[in-house]
């Protein structure tokens, strides 16, 4: 039976903030969480979904708002658990499990801060294989599963719990009551059965993202090239080096907002990178053309260490290399599409699968 | 034991939109509402405070939200008996009765139709002992109670079940929450025991609406003057009569707000009356020299019939009496002029109570 240690944080947190493509918050302020949290209780059990009851109930929990305000406002943790225990109460049932909803420095790491307090075992999968920035923008929501009842607790003290006739007036107020209550807050949301999530989840993500993490650190400590080393544990495309020139980044109506403008280098030389993000990055444009789009992962890395690059994290100067990764075969479906692509985020351009994008140009 | 009908229905939409100053809603909608009710379930009995056991669980059940939104969004009542029942699941106590919050339009209303379609008794008291605009702005607050955890319920069918630190935060969480939902939505609030209204409550206000409203419609059907038997069961003081000029009303925040200006007619000739409002009327300014101001009740009724006019339902060319009505004692001391006198309305004046004021000017 596979537990997640100290290290395997370590790796998960790096892993999840690259498949966050530049959203999910600061790796570090949930690793603490995390790592406090196994240090005091003990390693977390993670479960395969194949484990996993028809029946059983599982709760993911994770953090909603801007990161930007996140790395200003530390979670004590005490909320993620009022959260996660008012949803236990209301729906009167205890929890088997609980799950990430996405993969994310902040967001694949409050699920084992939880599941260590809470003495529960983690499932290996989450709704996105990536993170994204509106609550409906799951998986979950591919397959009609309700986003409530869900309950939001600010680290003051307030909770909130709501029930919603769709996935969208749950965005809709809870993004309003992210804001009001100060920009972030910690949730428990789509309460689901085992069965639900054999269907409707993305598996074996925290395997995944503790691979890349792993991937990454040891070409680190052996002198090899880290971003080599991710590139061949992903099967991702290199579809950009450079270095970052103006970052536009303004916090509106609970999001981060922006795009970057990355300089070619190497190979890349004489060449343009425009990179648009909220939260996550939505779109990348080489010199005009279209190099990936949602629901495509777009991730950033540093270009020495392949160490994730969040959008509030993006700064002059910088030299990044850019990664585009085929998302899961659930986002490239009509209601896929329709739901995160690139549309769906005011860009009028049509999805193409990132690997055709790649070969068009080659 | 005293059971509200029909006919006492008709009486205290009347009395309490007359306490309602302003606010509270149309009496015409809530008014439906409690009808249709009893005439389906049957009449409502009315407990005085002294018959509650001290540890009975009282819920008040109302209106939040800006009246004039909803004059075009009727609430079809389902909403408020959806928040009634999620907040008795919440509490896992059985509820005893049920309370205005407030005397106003609709909200001496809901609590009727809340009772007969849930077959619990009303109790005969309120929070208020008139309308305000703020959730925080009862007497229930003065004394230290929780305005949660309350629940919130929209007519497209979203609930939400709030647990704030404060009051304050709920009125802010609450508040924001109305807006996102379309301006006005249906709540449950302020959980209470037998021994909190006994301590808290304003006694006795369901029966001297009814008063007031049969007052005035005995007047009426015995072609006697209607202001005056208002004058004479009340005990207020006349302030003003005159005709309506300029009415300047906007919706923000959930909130109507404005002011409108009053000519003066009969003994008021040559004189100008200066009405403000957040929804219900906060002070009155008659040519410069504060003629009366909040927590003391400044109501506005048709010159001819003595009909409460709310202030989304000022126009320009009415001929109006505004009355003004010492408020309950435990406004009157410094928390409670803290929490709704003039200075927190924005008003750089000092309150002084309205019989005061009056025997200034005689």
Redesign the interface.
């Given at each position: 039976m596979p537990y997640i240690d100290a290290q395997m944080v370590e790796d998960i947190a790096i892993g999840a903030a690259f498949l966050g493509t530049g959203g999910g918050g600061d790796p570090y302020v949930g690793k603490l969480m995390a790592l406090q949290a196994i240090e005091k209780y003990g390693p977390v059990e993670l479960l395969n979904v194949e484990q996993l009851p028809d029946d059983a109930q599982i709760v993911p929990a994770a953090m909603m708002g801007a990161p930007t305000v996140l790395v200003e406002k530390v979670p004590s943790g005490e909320e993620v658990f009022r959260a996660f225990n008012?949803l236990k109460d209301?729906l009167g049932k205890e929890i088997y499990a609980t799950i990430p909803i996405e993969a994310g420095g902040v967001n694949s790491m409050i699920p084992i801060a939880v599941a260590a307090t809470q003495k529960l075992p983690l499932v290996d999968a989450d709704g996105m294989g990536r993170a994204f920035p509106e609550l409906q923008m799951v998986t979950y929501h591919l397959y009609g599963i309700s986003a409530t009842p869900m309950v939001i607790a600010d680290e003051?003290?307030?909770?909130?719990?709501?029930?919603?006739?769709d996935n969208f007036?749950t965005e809709?107020?809870a993004r309003?009551?992210t804001v009001?209550?100060g920009g972030s807050v910690m949730i428990a949301i789509y309460p689901m059965t085992g069965k639900d999530v054999k269907k409707a989840g993305i598996r074996n993500i925290v395997t995944y993202s503790a691979e890349i993490g792993k991937a990454i650190r040891l070409a680190r400590q052996n002198d090899q090239n880290p971003v080599a080393a991710l590139i061949k544990v992903t099967g991702g495309y290199p579809l950009f080096k450079g270095k970052i020139g103006d970052v536009i980044r303004r916090t509106t109506g609970g999001f981060v907002r922006g795009q970057a403008i990355i300089s070619g280098i190497d190979d890349f030389r004489g060449s343009k990178l425009e990179l648009h993000f909220q939260n996550e990055n939505l779109i990348a444009i080489q010199d005009g053309r279209v190099a990936a789009t949602v629901p495509d992962l777009i991730c950033t890395v540093d270009a020495e260490t392949a160490i994730p690059i969040t959008t509030e994290g993006l700064r002059y100067g910088q030299r990044v290399v850019v990664v585009g990764i085929p998302c899961d075969e659930k986002w490239r479906t009509p209601k896929g599409i329709e739901t995160v692509g690139p549309r769906y985020f005011g860009y009028d351009v049509d999805y193409v699968p990132v690997e055709t994008l790649v070969k068009e140009v080659r």
């Open positions: 008012m209301y003051k003290g307030n909770t909130m719990l709501l029930k919603t006739v007036w809709n107020l309003n009551a009001v209550m």
